[in-house]
């Protein structure tokens, strides 16, 4: 216990000491006009050089915000060579999850570059101080990392004979266990008998100690101890700011998952503050949503639904048309037969017997597809609930999309569907997708381009935790489609240009979460939501320049992103610190 206390001291301190440096601007004026390059996301005026801004709502620009400032004696911010664009929009995000993995064992491929160095980490932490009851790793990728085998059931039994260990790749597709993890969960270690989707077991049905997909690994986690709830609505808060500082104002959350009694609700709590640097819009599960009816105001609000049709290319999880290709990277490191197409997690039965019912409530409803049997099934379910019960305003969301073919981008749009893509894919596993699907089918991967000519509503996202929270990271590859090594591009012709792209991550995915009237450009009556870089992003990309930076954001006329620990995060890291004590 004396460990575990030491430890969760220093880690309140750390977030103490980080949180300090952020302090929330005193006394910021309720009315006041900012003057410089303003990128302003709408056709009819796509520049302007002032914004007048009172009580948190865009009173006028232009001229108008000039001559206000003069006739009522306005505070004037002079932007300098900085430049404002809308606040940014995340419109596929896990803060939750996020928050709590923070907490964990770094293992990504952002930090190692081998899998000696990511077991070598793995041990130390084992051997180490025990932060927490289990050990949870999170980043394991194969992907990424070109010799990383998954870890044999006795390499997890090494790590620890008496404390739970689970690891969790980048994807969240896929988990590592070690015995004492699997019992913990109540899972047997040899049973013949046992077929539950998810366990990896071997022919004489022992566990490999694999772990696949979203509702064997939500079994395996809900077993692990929660941490106490302060310590997790601190970890929250300081994520929040976290996507403050990469530029956004706006969250959706597709899917509140993280292990907490009740995310949506601290979710919620943290939202609806004044001070809360981030607007949030939440897609449910299906078990929260008995507690959680849709609506909401402009700072919280629940929109719909979000299930998982299939899962990640990287784990032979998306439900593609074509078996994986045959290579190296898929029969030896992935262990994906190249015959193997991914499964569907529900048929189109199962799917009858859900989405109609959520359509008919007005729910809008988000889908995770990657494959083209996932995408196929989505567009047909959609069209039968569409058929059956026309709702003109509602929109429903296809997610991902990796293999979206241009039949079904035109059935989409029929359909009065949006796209969101995550063309981190292209950036993070652009080396390795040749091997992964193969040519052919990497020409058309995450086709943006495609998606903006059939006339989709389109967005761009970073699915975080599965990417890093970096904004410009994302449009600078929709409008590169380069690797993070630089020597791959992955399907160059979907390329869009730097103006499509801010828009994506502005009124794109403002359109995408229903709230195009309130957020997402510059528009006299809209929210004064504000996101300034240290020069324009438009001019940065088309030069094909990677200096360009977030400087601070503002959510309704409020200074955000270089500020949000105040007296009550105080207050909580306390109430954390009395809760690990009387433990
Ligand atoms: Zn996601």
Not at 24 to 42: H, R, S, Y
Not at 80 to 108: C, I, R
């Amino acid at each position: 216990m004396r460990k575990f206390l030491i430890s969760f001291l220093t880690i309140i301190l750390l977030l103490f000491i980080s949180g300090y440096l952020y302090l929330i601007p005193a006394d910021q004026d309720k009315e006041f006009v900012l003057t410089g390059t303003i990128l302003t996301m709408e056709n009819d005026g796509p520049n302007t050089n002032a914004v007048w801004v009172r009580n948190g709502i865009i009173q006028g620009l232009g001229e108008a915000a000039i001559s206000a400032a003069a006739e009522k004696g306005l505070p004037i911010k002079d932007l300098g060579d900085n430049a404002l664009t809308p606040g940014l929009v995340e419109p596929h995000t896990h803060p939750v999850a996020a928050a709590l993995l923070g907490a964990t064992v770094d293992v990504s491929a952002f930090t190692h570059s081998s899998r000696q160095e990511i077991m070598a980490t793995l041990h130390e932490a084992a051997d180490g101080i025990a932060l927490t009851p289990w050990l949870i790793a999170f980043g394991w990728d194969p992907v990424a990392i070109a010799d990383l085998a998954p870890p044999t059931l006795e390499e997890l039994d090494a790590l620890s004979s008496d404390r739970p260990v689970v690891i969790l790749t980048q994807m969240m597709h896929e988990a590592y266990l070690n015995s004492v993890a699997f019992q913990a969960a109540g899972v047997k270690i040899i049973d013949p008998d046992d077929h539950t989707e998810g366990f990896i077991r071997d022919k004489s049905g022992k566990l490999t100690g694999v772990v696949r997909e979203v509702s064997a690994i939500g079994k395996i986690i809900s077993a692990a101890p929660s941490a106490p709830n302060s310590v997790s609505e601190l970890l929250l808060r300081l994520q929040f700011k976290k996507y403050a500082k990469a530029g956004y104002t706006t969250i959706g959350v597709t899917g509140a998952v993280g292990r907490l009694p009740d995310p949506v609700g601290m979710l919620k709590k943290i939202s609806i503050e004044e001070i809360s640097p981030l607007r949030t819009f939440v897609y449910l599960l299906p078990d929260q949503v008995a507690k959680y009816p849709i609506g909401g105001n402009d700072r919280f609000q629940v929109l719909g639904l979000k299930l998982w049709l299939d899962g990640s290319p990287f784990t032979g999880g998306a439900a593609f048309e074509d078996g994986y290709h045959d290579s190296e990277l898929t029969s030896k490191r992935l262990g994906i037969p190249h015959t193997h197409r991914g499964n569907l997690n529900y048929s189109l039965d199962d799917l009858r017997k859900i989405i109609p019912a959520y359509h008919a409530k007005g729910y809008q409803i988000a889908l995770h597809v990657q494959g083209e049997r996932a995408i196929e099934e989505a567009l047909t379910i959609f069209e039968e609930a569409i058929k059956s019960n026309p709702k003109p305003g509602l929109s429903h969301r296809l997610e991902h999309n990796a293999l979206i073919t241009e039949a079904q981008l035109q059935k989409a749009k029929k359909l009065n569907l949006s796209t969101g893509f995550f063309v981190d894919h292209v950036y993070f596993y652009g080396d390795a997708l040749p091997q992964l699907i193969g040519p052919d089918r990497v020409n058309r991967y995450m086709p943006v381009k495609s998606a903006l000519e059939a006339g989709l509503v389109t967005s761009l996202h970073g699915d975080h935790p599965a990417t890093p929270v970096d904004a410009i990271r994302i449009m600078t590859t929709a409008t590169r489609r380069l690797s993070k090594s630089g020597k791959n591009l992955t399907a160059p012709n979907q390329a869009i240009s730097p103006q499509q792209a801010l828009y994506a991550m502005t009124m794109g995915g403002a359109t995408q979460l229903q709230q195009q009237d309130i957020i997402g450009s510059f528009k006299v009556g809209k929210q004064a939501d504000f996101t300034l870089f240290n020069k324009s992003p438009l001019q940065t990309l088309a030069e094909g320049k990677n200096d360009l930076k977030v400087i601070k954001t503002w959510k309704s006329g409020l200074e955000t992103a270089t500020g949000s620990l105040t007296i009550e995060h105080i207050s909580l890291g306390f109430s954390a610190l009395k809760q690990m004590i009387s433990k």
